[in-house]
């Protein structure tokens, strides 16, 4: 195991944040929420917290593998990260605009 885990750990983490991710929005169509649309970015306030915890998560979770020299793992792990902060902020930001 190294400083920051194993890779196979942080593998099994992040599908697992994933598997409930995608989860996510057909565990809110089956309670009928009425304030969340993810078709057309609508995202009422509590919900969009939610999805910023995960986009967080995402970032904690990956973020200390961009410390490492260049590599595959690094350079995945910064994608994620960037892509993680921009969707969160999206989030966010169409949670107060809708």
């Known amino acids: 195991m190294s400083k920051y885990g194993s890779d196979g750990l942080i593998t099994r983490l992040d599908f697992e944040l994933t598997e409930w991710r995608y989860a996510f929005p057909t565990s809110l169509k089956n309670i009928n929420l009425p304030d ?3 078709d057309n970015g609508h995202f009422a306030p509590a919900i969009a917290s939610v999805l910023l915890f995960y986009f967080s998560t995402l970032i904690l979770l990956r973020q200390p593998f961009i410390r490492r020299t260049a590599s ?16 969160g902020i999206q989030a966010l930001l169409f949670s107060f605009i809708s």
């Open 36 to 38: 969340f649309n993810e």
């Open 72 to 87: 595959r793992s690094s350079s995945t792990s910064q994608q994620i990260c960037a892509s993680a902060a921009t969707r």
